[in-house]
């Protein structure tokens, strides 16, 4: 993942960016929830959107983390 607030690459395990010093956890939390929601298949593009805008979260962010677990981006809702 990239710190939501200077856009460096920093560990999930980070509760701070090592770059900028921001707290990532709330972020964190947030990304979780909306991979949860995509891989159970969810509306998440819908019912996420606001929640991603406000983390600065892309729908390429939670792709990319659905893939890394093992599931396929193709079958997640296109919803
Ligand atoms: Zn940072």
Redesign the pocket.
């Known amino acids: 993942m ?7 690459k ?1 560990e999930n395990k980070d509760a701070f ?6 707290s ?1 956890k709330r972020r964190d939390t947030v990304f979780e929830v909306i991979v949860r929601q995509a891989i159970a298949k969810a509306p998440w593009r819908q019912i996420c959107r606001s929640a991603m805008e406000e983390n600065e979260i892309t729908e390429e962010d939670i792709l990319k983390e659905v893939e890394s677990r093992g599931f396929n981006r193709d079958d997640l809702s296109k919803k």
Not at 2 to 8: E, G, S
Not at 17 to 22: A, D, F, N, V
């Open positions: 990239v710190c939501a607030n200077c856009k460096q920093i960016c090592p770059h900028c010093g921001k990532s």
